[in-house]
């Protein structure tokens, strides 16, 4: 069920992160023309044919990937990761999100890549810096 923050309704943000997300908005929300939430990418899983259409729709909610947020500046997309507390494996979601974003939407531009946190350690924060991933730290820590 869709969760609803200060600035309007935020797909499969739980908890945390929907206040994470407004943090982030209430300082940057001006930056970009609209957001896109819950962008669906990836191959569906073989043989999904073969189920009735209903459960082929339960099947591709929990197969595909979905990246939180895609933020558009003009036709330059930027892809949002939200965590609570950036590790490696925002990261990980942040490159992977990026590559099938760029093979199956087909954008204009480059995405641009950024993760959206409470708390990043500083050895996480360099090598996001490594890979052009922006760490946006709003938390109150």
Do not use: N
Request: one cysteine or more; hydrophobic letters at 40%; charged letters at 30%.
């Amino acid at each position: 069920m869709p969760v609803f923050g200060k600035y309007g309704r935020y797909p499969h943000m739980i908890g945390i992160e929907v206040d994470i997300w407004d943090r982030f908005l209430d300082e940057h929300k001006d930056e970009y023309d609209r957001f896109d939430y819950d962008v669906h990418v990836g191959k569906p899983p073989k043989g999904i044919e073969k189920y009735p259409p209903e459960i082929r729709l339960a099947v591709l909610a929990t197969h595909l990937f979905r990246i939180d947020v895609v933020g558009w500046q003009g036709e330059v997309p930027t892809i949002f990761e939200v965590k609570e507390y950036a590790s490696c494996t925002a990261i990980g979601q942040v490159l992977t999100y990026a590559y099938l974003f760029v093979r199956d939407k087909k954008p204009k531009a480059i995405p641009k890549l950024a993760i959206v946190t409470d708390y990043c350690e500083e050895d996480i924060k360099e090598v996001a810096k490594h890979y052009g991933i922006k760490v946006y730290e709003v938390g109150r820590i």
